[in-house]
């Protein structure tokens, strides 16, 4: 069964930092993009960053570019966020998503998808 577990979450302090992990089982990794995407309370679910399998490519929303950075660890099977200068409207329950071989900026392209976690950004 295809599993993505993420971890790492928490509350900070603007300008602080965190690291996501998104650990994923039951699947071939390395033919996955994996994806964090975001949801604030009452807003539309975002994507955030997703990297690609094989060359670890990675793209990023603007508003995370240069604060944010997505990395792999394939031999653990984990995927991190490493969130720094964090800003309050960076507060949103964090979700890593799995899509067969390349990154979408679509959600259902996303087949896998982990339970989440809280980022809470205070100011």
């Known amino acids: 069964e295809a599993q993505l577990v993420e971890s790492g979450g928490g509350s900070v302090q603007a300008g602080g930092s965190l690291r996501l992990s998104c650990e994923a089982s039951?699947?071939?990794?390395?033919?996955?993009?994996i994806a964090w995407w975001r949801q604030a309370p009452g807003k539309e679910r975002e994507g955030v960053s997703c990297?690609?399998?094989?060359?670890?490519?990675?793209l990023y929303r603007e508003s995370v570019k240069g604060r944010f950075t997505i990395s792999s660890d394939t031999a653990k099977n984990t995927v991190y966020l490493q969130m720094s200068n964090l800003k309050p409207e960076d507060t949103a329950d964090y979700f890593c998503?799995?899509?067969?071989?390349?990154?979408?900026?679509?959600?259902?392209?996303?087949?896998?998808w982990g339970q989440g976690i809280r980022v809470a950004v205070s100011s």
């Open positions: 990297i690609h399998p094989g060359d670890g490519s990675a």
């Open positions: 998503a799995a899509a067969p071989y390349q990154c979408s900026e679509s959600p259902p392209a996303f087949r896998f």
């Open positions: 039951g699947f071939t990794f390395d033919d996955y993009a």
